[in-house]
Every structure is written in C-alpha cells, then in structure tokens.
C-alpha cells in the first residue's frame, strides 16, 4: 500500500452519507427498540414488513453488524443494536431540532414581502395579484415600494425587496427574468389638443420632435419610447408618476406616452384620446426580478405563480 493510499485513512470508504444509515433507518431502529416487533415497527413508520425488513438487512451490511434478532416471539435488539440505538437517537434529536429551526427560518421569511415595482405595474396590475395573494397568505404582511425600473434593481440588489417588477427594454445587471405580461405604449392627449382633432396619424419624426410630457429618466417607459424613436426631444414636462402624466395630459398640457393599462378610463369617458403613430412600435415585455441565483421561493414565488395565471 502506498504511502497516498496510507493517509487517505476512512475517507477511502466515501463519504458519511454512504457510511452512515439515513434517518428514516434510524427512525425505523428506534421504533423496533420502542415496540420490540418489526412488524408493529413497521406499522408505526407507516411502511410494509417486507420494506422494514430490507431496511434493517441494508443497514446491517452497511454497518457490516448485527442489528436485530428475529424470532417468532418478536424482534430483539443485539447488543450491538442496543449500542447503535443510543447513537441514533441522538442524531434523530438532532435531526429534529435542525427541522425546528428550519421551519422557524421559513416562518419569519414566510411572515414578510417586500416588494418593487415601476409605475404602471404597481398602479394597475399588482392590486390585483396582491388581492390573490391575501387569500392564500392572511398572514403574511406586504409592502410595496413603487418607483422606476432603475429604483427597484437597486432594492433588489440591496436586499430591500424579495421581488420586483419592471417595464423596460433590457433586465438590469444582476437579476434574473421572467416575462410576466405583454404591454403597448400609446399617445394621449387631451380632446382639445390639436393632435387629437386631426384626421392624420403622428409620423415617428414628428413625436420624437415634439416635447411631450415624460416620465423621468430611469422610468421604462421613458427607456422604451426613447428606444424606439431613436431619442427624443427636451421634455414640456418630467414627471415622476404615471398618475400625473395622465393628469398633466387630460389638463390639456400637451402629448403624452402611456401605458395602454393606465388609460383605459380617461379614454372610455373621452379625457384623453389617442393618438395613431405611424412608423414607430412600442410594445414591451413586463417582467418579475429578482437577484441571479435566488430564485423566488415562499410568498414571493406564490406572487409570482399568481402573475402567470
């Protein structure tokens, strides 16, 4: 034997998972200690005789002792057994308070949601899903932080936020990504403004030329629409809400860019109308973020299935 094969010492057998029986082994050892039958072992275990048979047999070789006599009179265990009882008792304890403080982990994650998301989807579509998720969830607390998709990367990068949505063209650095809704940006203005009363759609040249009433930078609209123009001209005015976009609109202050989601009142009730543009898409994807590798579990994956319903 080399000097190598020497110092390699037990761990030349594998490693502990295939030298130490599982704990459904050991549960299966304790109950035959409890009951001193393998059959009521088994029953207690919730599995068949043949299968606690095998079980003990499986962990004799593994062993390489003798675990449990058998007889008719009943299953008795070997001295060896008695040995090895005490020894698994001790890891099921542990084992059970490894699952307690598991369980305790997942309640306080399970108690709390934090969620970010841009302007439209907060305003418009989470009411909705959060609506949902109270139903499942009645105790679980949400909060909702509502800002543009440059803010809700940051808090989920900072650990502020368990999930978030956003409106733009491209998924911040660091997140994963998962396309939740489809969305199309349209331009309103208000019945008395000029484009609103001509016959002739806006060429794309013309909006990108025209100072509109815009989100403020870092806003996915504002990402999309830029995009899409190829650049857009200095802003009649920059607003930080979709909410007041619509109302700068429907003030009669000039054209505006918005979520079709966002407007459906003001156009049904003629408060805004739409304008056609012609040479010029501007559909996007809305998606759920969240950091990479992390992907979503308790409230927030149950958020997340809810959204793809």
Do not use: C
């Amino acid at each position: 034997m080399s000097n190598t094969e020497e110092q390699a010492g037990p761990s030349a057998a594998g490693s502990l998972a295939h030298r130490v029986p599982d704990l459904g082994a050991l549960e299966l050892l304790l109950a035959v200690a409890r009951v001193g039958s393998l059959g009521g072992a088994a029953r207690e275990v919730g599995i068949t005789q043949p299968a606690a048979s095998s079980r003990i047999r499986s962990m004799e070789r593994q062993l390489g002792v003798a675990l449990v006599d058998r007889s008719p009179r009943g299953s008795r265990l070997t001295d060896a057994g008695a040995l090895v009882t005490d020894w698994a008792r001790r890891i099921v304890e542990a084992a059970e308070a490894f699952d307690a403080g598991a369980q305790a982990l997942r309640d306080r994650r399970d108690s709390r949601l934090r969620v970010a998301a841009s302007m439209t989807i907060a305003e418009y579509l989470l009411p909705g899903w959060l609506l949902a998720l109270r139903a499942q969830r009645p105790d679980t607390a949400v909060s909702l932080h509502a800002g543009n998709s440059t803010v809700v990367a940051e808090r989920l990068l900072s650990d502020e936020a368990d999930l978030g949505f956003v409106e733009g063209l491209t998924v911040p650095t660091g997140l994963d990504s998962v396309v939740i809704a489809h969305d199309r940006l349209i331009v309103v203005t208000a019945p008395g403004h000029p484009w609103g009363r001509r016959g002739r759609p806006v060429a794309a040249e013309e909006l990108a030329s025209t100072p509109l009433i815009l989100r403020e930078k870092g806003s996915g609209t504002r990402q999309v629409l830029d995009a899409a123009l190829g650049g857009l001209a200095r802003p009649l005015i920059e607003l930080s809400s979709t909410t007041a976009v619509k109302a700068a609109a429907v003030s009669g202050a000039g054209p505006a860019v918005l979520s079709e989601l966002a407007v459906g009142e003001e156009l049904a009730m003629r408060r805004l109308v739409r304008v056609p543009v012609d040479g010029v898409a501007l559909a996007r994807d809305l998606r759920a973020v969240w950091p990479t590798g992390h992907r979503p579990t308790g409230p927030a994956r149950d958020l997340l299935s809810l959204t793809r319903d």
